[in-house]
T-cell receptor, first 115, second 113 residues
Framework: GAVVSQHPSRVICKSGTSVKIECRSL??????MFWYRQFPKQSLMLMAT?????????EQGVEKDKFLINHASLTLSTLTVTSAHPEDSSFYIC???????????FGSGTRLTVV | GDSVTQMEGPVTLSEEAFLTINCTYT??????LFWYVQYPGEGLQLLLK?????DKGSNKGFEATYRKETTSFHLEKGSVQVSDSAVYFC????????????FGGGTRLMVKP
């Protein structure tokens, strides 16, 4: 149980285009979803926290207009990388707490390559 | 703020060797502690967890004990296998921080046959 489906798993896009990444909780309701970014050989960095029905909370240094987050339902959160550039190439992963002390369920991640 | 410090890798071991990956933390309250594992090309998976002091989390032969006095949550395994090669992340979460996870830097483990 507690599965989070994330897709696409890999995407290659051209500079200047936008890419949408979806995370769906399949068997539970996720009122909160966390979005992380992982640079090569580095740890995960929290980008933002999305809350169903309200605006996302962004971490310091994360551009709100570039990384658009929408959490329109209890089972779906999306991250849109707008006007992507090569420096946005990274591994993006979402997670949702089903029960905080039970751990977090992670999506399988999205490898974004901007060429 | 909260932080998690892990030993830097990579850690290279021979098969059947004993593994320890150190993890220490700083937190304002009483966090829950986790170890996550990321196998090559895959997303993160919860390996084990502990929610209060002296709890021991265990899974797949891995163990970690929540030590409040030393603010540590070291990961151990008595006999590693090649299939254990992965990146291991120590993490904590606190209710008063919105339950978001704070990760350590990750430790890459390479097990050679």
């Amino acid at each position: 149980g507690a599965v989070v489906s994330q897709h696409p798993s890999r995407v290659i896009c051209k500079s200047g285009t936008s890419v949408k990444i979806e995370c769906r909780s399949l068997d539970f309701q996720a009122t909160t979803m966390f979005w992380y970014r992982q640079f090569p050989k580095q740890s995960l960095m929290l980008m933002a926290t999305s809350n169903e029905g309200s605006k996302a909370t962004y971490e310091q240094g994360v551009e709100k207009d570039k990384f658009l987050i929408n959490h329109a339902s209890l089972t779906l959160s999306t991250l849109t990388v707008t006007s992507a550039h090569p420096e946005d190439s990274s591994f993006y992963i979402c997670s949702a707490p089903r029960q905080p002390t039970s751990g977090y369920t992670f999506g399988s991640g999205t490898r974004l390559t901007v060429v | 703020g909260d932080s998690v410090t892990q030993m830097e890798g990579p850690v290279t071991l021979s098969e059947e060797a004993f593994l320890t990956i150190n993890c220490t933390y700083t937190a304002t309250g009483y966090p829950s502690l986790f170890w996550y594992v990321q196998y090559p090309g895959e997303g993160l998976q919860l390996l084990l967890k502990a929610t209060k002091a002296d709890d021991k989390g265990s899974n797949k032969g891995f163990e970690a004990t929540y030590r409040k006095e030393t603010t540590s949550f070291h990961l151990e395994k008595g006999s590693v296998q090649v299939s254990d090669s992965a990146v291991y992340f120590c993490a904590l979460s606190e209710r008063n921080a919105g339950n978001m996870l704070t990760f350590g830097g990750g430790t890459r483990l390479m097990v050679k046959p």
